[in-house]
């Protein structure tokens, strides 16, 4: 899970708190712009005018009678009674020094400042002067409890780490070889910034951490700044568009003015896509907001001196939908790649979480390791601190193997929920589907070997049938891809074959959907279509948030042609669980029988009931 670090509880009873402090606060601003507006702007209902033409208007005639107050000049005009106008002129001269002809205006000094109550006169005085302060104490207060955001809006909420206590280092962080080694360098312009600059060499001002969620960027981002021993200001892109509008420009300056003064330094904005997103595809208005703040991140960026020796970090997992203006050189220019952790760094990753909890001798990380391809580095800290509360929950002082497959599976899968009830009849349907699932997996050459298959409840799901991928796979084939929609077809197929066509359940809904995400992504965004195969016809993501603008970048045509092969990708699929599935009908009943029996059956039990399944040549590819 992240850590979020001095994130204030956004519910319960202190953001009712503070609800109420915002309320005294704005209460107590209109009040103190009621007192200094009354003040001071009593004589607003009178026209103002310039003094020059006072002067011009006074000297043709035109006005009866003028008082002066100071600087302050209430005119009466001829054909009026009270006074209409006011002006203002220079308090150390006198209106005849202004070239005012007292012949043709009367002219009166008002004294009522002097005279007058003397207490009005304090109370209107100081009241402001107190209102203000205490307004101010209030704030003091409140911003040294965790930032009030009603009066802060303009500053920006980074957050500054660089205390022991929560000091990240390289060597906490398992694997990413490759990406540690591109930061050590930023590491070393932070500690040797002359080192550089004697050759000439440009430090970067932006390093852009690129990768999927939970593999350690923003650890990483607070480890480079351990490493160099500098300061890290760290906030999240989205803090940047809250609330009010103008603010996140107004918070990017303060975090860039802060910085600078703080250098040599680490500015960390993370998941960055919330406001780097490419300008100018909006309808106009609705996302000003979200601009002013990229651009005013360019121009503070671009504002760098040579040897600011700030570098600006930054992290998203959708790197594809960045504005380009933000990847200029000069801006993130470098980019550091971050992945899923292979086989090796997992059992690198599970050493670390695992080092401080009490494990039992018998467990098998790299096991672990092995079968968990796809899992994130928090995902895998997730899975060791998952562990230890099951382990701790059974009233162990170690954790043993089975609580790490447990956690393991609860956190692949979500929570078993034994407690659901099912019907003897939906038992038997959910051990058809399951085992169905499992043959056609386990017969198709190129699907994943059967791990486990269960009719226990998990997460979402009736039952689950677990297949592991035997190594890390960066790439997948077409006829990989065949083979698993094949087997997600399975549950369903059987379902079909034991029950009829119209008896088929809605717990194969989950598996149609699937089925069919794959069947598009394969012909919309890999070419792996029939007819249309090694084109793709993928839309920009980044534009696909207007919905409303978004627009198919092919014909209605093509449209139909792509529906046409999603359909018949599914179709075939369907047809060869069918013929996998009647022609090792025996092993369904067995698999079935086994489930219904234990509820949950492990790889080699599979594996030994379904030992000399056959695979029809029909349903073959090749
Ligand atoms: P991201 O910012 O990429 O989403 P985080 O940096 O927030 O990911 O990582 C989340 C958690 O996952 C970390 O706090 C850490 O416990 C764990 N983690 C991720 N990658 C690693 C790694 N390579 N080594 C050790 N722990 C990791
Ligand atoms: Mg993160
Ligand atoms: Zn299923």
New binding site residues.
């Given amino acids: 899970?992240?850590?979020k670090p001095f994130r204030p509880n956004p519910n319960g009873a202190k953001n009712s708190r503070r609800n109420f402090k915002n309320a005294g606060f704005i209460a107590l601003l209109i009040l103190i712009g009621a007192v200094i507006f009354s003040a001071t702007n009593q004589p607003s209902q009178l026209r103002k005018i310039d003094f020059s033409e006072v002067v011009t208007q006074a000297n043709a005639g035109n006005y009866k009678k003028i008082s002066v107050s100071g600087g302050d000049l209430e005119i009466t005009e001829k054909d009026k009674d009270t006074a209409t106008l006011r002006s203002q002129k220079d308090p150390n001269s006198s209106i005849t020094e202004d070239g005012v002809d007292l012949s043709k205006v009367a002219v009166e000094y008002d004294t009522s400042a002097e005279g007058g109550n003397v207490w009005a006169q304090l109370g209107i005085a100081i009241l402001p002067v107190l209102l203000i302060s205490v307004v101010l104490f209030i704030m003091l207060r409140s911003a040294q409890g965790q930032g009030n955001q009603a009066m802060s809006f303009g500053k920006s909420k980074a957050r500054l780490y660089g205390n022991e206590k929560d000091k990240v280092t390289f060597k906490?962080?398992?694997?990413?070889d490759e990406a540690k080694q591109d930061l050590e360098e930023v590491v070393e312009f932070l500690k040797f910034p002359k080192k550089f600059e004697s050759v000439g060499a440009r430090i970067p001002k932006g390093v852009l951490l690129i990768?999927?969620?939970?593999?350690?960027?923003?650890?990483?981002a607070r480890a480079v700044a351990g490493e160099a021993n500098t300061p890290f200001f760290s906030i999240s892109g989205s803090e940047f568009v809250e609330m009010f509008v103008g603010v996140g420009a107004s918070r990017v300056r303060d975090l860039f003015a802060k910085a600078k003064k703080n250098a040599p330094c680490i500015i960390f904005v993370?998941e960055i896509d919330a406001v780097g997103r490419r300008r100018g595809s909006g309808m106009g208005g609705g996302h000003d907001e979200r601009e002013q703040t990229l651009n005013q991140i360019l121009v503070e960026m671009d504002g760098f001196e040579q040897g600011a020796n700030v570098i600006v970090l930054a992290?998203t997992?959708r790197a594809d939908v960045l504005d380009p203006a933000l990847l200029r050189p000069g801006r993130f220019d470098r980019r550091v790649n971050?992945g899923l952790?292979d086989r090796k760094?997992r059992e690198?990753?599970l050493k670390?979480?695992f080092a401080k909890k009490p494990l039992a001798k018998n467990v098998d990380l790299d096991a672990l390791a092995a079968k968990s391809a796809g899992s994130?580095?928090?995902d895998?800290?997730n899975i060791a601190n998952e562990a230890a509360i099951i382990a701790a929950r059974a009233n162990r002082n170690e954790i043993t193997q089975i609580d790490v497959t447990s956690a393991f599976e609860k956190v692949a899968i979500g929570p078993e929920r034994k407690s659901k009830i099912m019907s003897d009849k939906e038992k038997e349907l959910t051990a058809y589907h399951e085992a169905g699932h499992a043959i056609v997996g386990h017969v198709l050459p190129d699907s994943d070997m059967v791990h486990k298959v269960t009719i226990i409840p998990r997460g979402g799901t009736g039952g689950v049938t677990w297949f592991i991928p035997p190594e890390d796979k960066s790439y997948h084939s077409i006829i990989e891809y065949k083979d698993v929609l094949a087997r997600m077809l399975g549950g369903r197929i059987a379902e079909e074959i034991k029950y009829g066509i119209d008896r088929v359940t809605t717990g194969a809904g989950s598996d149609l959907q699937k089925a069919a995400e794959l069947a598009r992504e394969m012909v919309i965004n890999q070419g792996m279509g029939e007819k249309l195969r090694n084109q793709v016809f993928h839309v920009e993501e980044g534009m696909m948030i207007e919905r409303m603008v978004h627009e198919r970048q092919y014909s209605d045509e093509t449209a139909k042609v792509i529906d046409d092969e999603v359909e018949s990708l599914v179709t075939e699929a369907a047809r060869r669980a069918r013929i996998v599935i009647k022609s090792n009908l025996e092993k369904l009943e067995k698999l079935k029988e086994k489930l219904l029996e234990k509820e949950t059956v492990e790889a080699e039990e599979v594996l030994e009931i379904l030992k000399n399944a056959k695979m029809p040549k029909e349903a073959a590819l090749y």
Avoid: Q, Y
């Fill in positions: 899970m992240e850590k906490d962080i398992a694997g990413s990768g999927p969620p939970g593999t350690g960027k923003t650890m990483l993370d992290a997992n971050i952790p760094d690198a990753i670390i979480h994130s580095g928090a895998l800290s």
